[in-house]
């Protein structure tokens, strides 16, 4: 059992002024993975690994791409089976048209108990929170087993080549449990949602808007196909219904692209479209059969169009190739995850939470995916999703983070690793 004097002990090395300068120092950095602009994750990854060094903690940098670092922290105690991941990301999304903006996007100004700025909610203020509560259990000397592993990655809002790395180069090979820190407004996020990205290609022949039968128009094609992507959802609502955190899978068109590349014009049919297509899934959906019913898919419409044009054609009495083209590929596959109840790292977040807030903690899931996906996909690593902020802030005009829930997620995420790495629980 942990002592009221270990916890006490353990919390009051959680300094609020250095938390909240912190979180402020990092949202003034500009992060955003802008190659035009000249921006990325270097200079904030060198600022984390300098803070790092001067906290005495063992610290490395590589780099996952060009001017895109992750930072590895790592603090170990008394040998044990446990090892502890916390994972925050260095970069974040544009802040867009800077004169919507109340506030500046880089300048971590506070108005009332809000930080306002691009990251303070996603997720800079977790990534300080996560280093303050690894700073307070160095500091506190309470005897700990195992080892804690700072993940300080880059690349979260894009294709996720920050955590693909930090899997490949063996960094996550020892780990037992992560606490992925993102917004959550408190709640234990115990699954998330898969994510799986499809871009489909029709290929017909470009014409005049005026002598349309000179070509082969794409068009009805990304009609039908978007009526049948909807039906799909409709059939996979029906047949997986609504999970209990995560709610409904869905199949979303989101970019319709006529023609694929370059300038369209009113008076010229494109010889190529492009669909892409934005599919969320929940545990109970496979992705393997996902991918199997977008192949069948492609085939069926692609035969039902040629057919259509050819019965058309016909009644019209012309004579063209009808050999419309569609192709399809998966751009992203990234699975759902779910950690039991019952997993150590879960039951350590609920200790920490009930513990702190004296309250029942409330769980929830994660509407899209983190690199908490490719830990759990890739590495078998039970994880938990938990930190501060709004959930429906990010990648806002004006986003926030209230600081004291940010105070608060750093005392949580320190009890967290109390519990988990205490000799008692990790023997």
Known sequence: ???????????????????????????????????????????IAEYVFKWAQQQGFEAQMDQAAPGRPNVILTSSFEPGKRTLMFEGHTDVVTPGDLSAWNYDPFGAQIAGRRMYGRGTNDTKGNLAAMLSAMAALKKSGIRLSGKIIGGVLCDEEDQMLGVRDFIQRGHADTITGAIICEPEDGFICITQKGALRARFTI??????????????????????????????????????????????????????????????????????????????????????????????????????????????????????NSDLNLAQEILTDRPCTLTDRSDPIVQAAHWATLQLTGKEPEYAGVPGATDGTFLRSLKNIPIVTLGAGDRFVPHQVDEWVDLDQLIETAKIYALTALHYLYPENNT
């Not at 002592?3 to 990092?26: H, P, Y």
């Open 1 to 43: 059992m942990i002592s009221d004097e270990i916890i006490t002990k353990v919390l009051n090395e959680i300094d609020a002024d250095e938390l909240i300068n912190l979180t402020a120092d990092l949202v003034r950095i500009n992060s955003v993975w802008d190659p035009a602009a000249g921006t990325n994750e270097q200079e």
């Open 203 to 320: 290929t017909g022949k470009m014409s005049h808007g005026a002598m349309p039968l000179a070509g082969l128009n794409p068009a009805p094609a990304v009609a039908l196909l978007i009526q049948r992507l909807h039906k799909l959802e409709q059939a996979t609502v029906k047949a997986s219904g609504r999970d209990e955190f995560l709610g409904w899978p869905s199949f979303t068109p989101t970019v319709i692209q006529a023609p694929a590349s370059g300038a369209p014009q009113l008076n010229v049919m494109p010889g190529e479209a492009q669909l892409l297509v934005d599919i969320r899934t929940i545990p109970k959906q496979s992705h393997p059969e996902i991918t199997r019913q977008l192949k069948d898919l492609t085939g069926k419409i692609q035969k039902q169009v040629r057919r259509d044009y050819e019965a058309y054609d016909k009644i019209l009495t012309v004579q063209r």
